[in-house]
Every structure is written in structure tokens, then in C-alpha cells.
Nanobody, 121 residues
């Protein structure tokens, strides 16, 4: 099993920055891809950014491209968020999987509990 623990959420003013962290523990040999998803109130969960460990390939949702940056250091994945907007308000979930494709399709095996990010309008 893989355990994911997120941190770094909170309330931030529009236009501000916030950095989320997620550390994987347990059988991390199963993890070849990590990423971030988010779910806003009343909306479906959406993929925000993913990274495949082997080639450091990253993928971003169009709504965050150019504002958010995903990076990884060993078993920790980060999401640096800049120019935050009220529509970025959501619960942000860290995810991990052995397969990069499952991150892209939104079906990774492992999920964190989530950390809330609020950007007041």
C-alpha cells in the first residue's frame, strides 16, 4: 500500500501564491506517477497536474497551465500555484499510481485525504 499525505492548503488572496506538498510513504516502489486533482463544491473532480517519474513528463489542465507548476523530489510532489483565482477554490487531492496513463485518465490507485485551498472573491 501507498499512503499519501498532503499539506499546504489554506486561504490566499486572489493573485497570490500557494504551494502544496504531498509525501508518499509505504510501498513507494509501486509509484511511477504522481499528481494533483481538485474538486470544487458542486463540481466534478478534475485533473490539475501530473508528473511521470521516469521522464519527468508533466501534464497540466488548460485552466492552470502557465500558473501552476508540478515538481517532484523523491517521494514528495509539489504544486506551486501562482496568480490564484477564486475559481481555483477547491479541495486538492494528491494521487499516485504505477502507471502514468491512469493519472491522465483520472483513475490512479492511491489518493490522499485532500487539502483545501480557498481563494476568496
Amino acid at each position: 500500500q501507498v499512503r499519501l499525505v498532503e499539506s499546504g492548503g489554506g486561504s490566499v488572496q486572489a493573485g497570490g501564491s500557494q504551494k502544496l506538498s504531498c509525501t508518499a510513504s509505504g510501498d513507494t516502489s509501486r509509484v511511477n506517477s504522481m499528481g494533483w486533482f481538485r474538486q470544487a463544491p458542486g463540481k466534478e473532480r478534475e485533473r490539475v497536474a501530473t508528473i511521470c517519474t521516469a521522464g519527468r513528463t508533466t501534464n497540466y489542465a488548460g485552466s492552470v497551465k502557465g500558473r501552476f507548476t508540478i515538481s517532484q523530489d523523491k517521494n514528495t510532489v509539489y504544486l506551486q500555484m501562482t496568480s490564484l483565482k477564486p475559481e481555483d477554490t477547491a479541495m486538492y487531492f494528491c494521487a499516485a499510481d504505477r502507471l502514468c496513463t491512469r493519472m491522465i485518465t483520472g483513475t490512479p490507485d492511491y489518493w490522499g485525504q485532500g487539502t483545501r485551498v480557498t481563494v476568496p472573491s
